[in-house]
């Protein structure tokens, strides 16, 4: 377990950027504690510095998992958040995305929401910009990236995509065996 590359963090932060914007600070310097991100065998982890100190004594082969994997960095050096990422980014997330209870079940298994799924959509979302999807009772389903900017979306036909799939809770059964 090692820190980021100065390359690496400025990858990770970019990517977080897009769901969270400016509030990367407050994901780090919590009320709870001083966080910060590490990376084991090609993934990404959110670790409290105090897990960290108690981590550097074991060798690096017997550790597994350290923290949330918040992603990994691929071979071409692009960040895949994960799933797992999803409770630590809906507090912070400036976009956001809400079906109606019908939908939901489709975006579970790994669908676009569509314009005839969206109940409501936060205010000024640019296109292309990080969202979270919630349920209409406003729990936090997934996140995606949004096809259509918030005017636009108001004018778009019933099978438009407004927001493409990245990560939705149903990875948790689809892809249990690659989450560590």
């Known amino acids: 377990m090692r820190p980021l590359k100065n390359e690496e963090i400025t990858v990770v932060f970019s990517k977080l950027k897009h769901y969270i914007g400016s509030n990367i600070k407050a994901l780090l310097e919590r009320s709870d504690g001083l966080y910060c991100f590490r990376l084991h ?43 797992t990422a999803l409770d630590f980014l809906h507090p912070y997330c ?13 975006f579970m298994y790994g669908n676009h929401v569509y314009k005839s799924g969206l109940s409501r959509i936060s205010e000024n979302t640019p296109k292309y910009a990080g969202v979270v999807v919630y349920s209409s009772k406003d729990v936090p389903l997934g996140f995606g990236v949004a096809a259509k900017a918030t005017a636009e979306c108001r004018h778009s036909d019933p099978m438009d995509i407004i927001c493409f799939h990245q990560a939705d809770i149903g990875e948790y059964i689809r892809n249990e065996d690659t989450l560590t």
């Open 94 to 106: 400036q976009n956001k995305i809400w079906m109606k209870e019908s939908a939901e079940q489709n």
């Open 41 to 83: 065998n090609g993934r990404v982890y959110y670790v409290k510095e105090d897990i960290v100190k108690f981590a550097s004594t074991v060798p690096h082969e017997n550790i597994i998992s350290l923290g949330v994997c918040f992603g990994k960095i691929t071979k071409g050096g692009k960040f895949l958040v994960h799933i």
